[in-house]
Nanobody, 127 residues
C-alpha cells in the first residue's frame, strides 16, 4: 500500500511563494507518475501539475503555467511543487497523487487516473 504525505502548506500573501513536498512510502516511487491537484470550497478537484516517473516530462494547468514548477527526487521518494507569484485564487487544499502508469498518458489530468492520494494540505493566499 502506497502512502503519500504532503507538507509545506500554510498562509502566504499574494505574490509570495511556497514549496509543497509529498513523501511516498510503501511502494516503488520511482516508477509512478505523480500529480498535484487542488480543491477549493464548493468546487471540484482540479489538476495542477504532473510529472512522469523519470522526471523528463511535466505538464501544468493553464492557470499555474509559468508560476508553478513540479519536480521529483526519486532517491528521496519525494515530489515537490514550487509555487511562485501566488494569487488568492490559488487558495485550496492541495493533494498529491500517484499513478501506477509512469508516463503522462491518456487523460493524465483526470483524478480517476491516479491510484493513491495524500491527505491534502491547505494553502491560503491572502490579498
Amino acid at each position: 500500500q502506497v502512502q503519500l504525505v504532503e507538507s509545506g502548506g500554510g498562509l502566504v500573501q499574494a505574490g509570495g511563494s511556497l514549496r509543497l513536498s509529498c513523501a511516498a512510502s510503501g511502494g516503488t516511487f520511482s516508477s509512478y507518475r505523480m500529480g498535484w491537484f487542488r480543491q477549493a470550497p464548493g468546487k471540484e478537484r482540479e489538476f495542477v501539475a504532473a510529472i512522469s516517473w523519470s522526471g523528463d516530462s511535466t505538464a501544468y494547468a493553464d492557470s499555474v503555467k509559468g508560476r508553478f514548477i513540479i519536480s521529483r527526487d526519486n532517491a528521496k521518494n519525494t515530489v515537490y511543487l514550487q509555487m511562485n507569484t501566488l494569487k488568492p485564487e490559488d487558495t485550496a487544499v492541495y493533494y498529491c497523487a500517484a499513478g501506477l502508469t509512469g508516463n503522462l498518458g491518456f487523460r493524465f489530468t483526470r483524478p480517476d487516473r491516479y491510484d493513491y492520494w495524500g491527505q491534502g494540505t491547505q494553502i491560503t493566499v491572502s490579498s
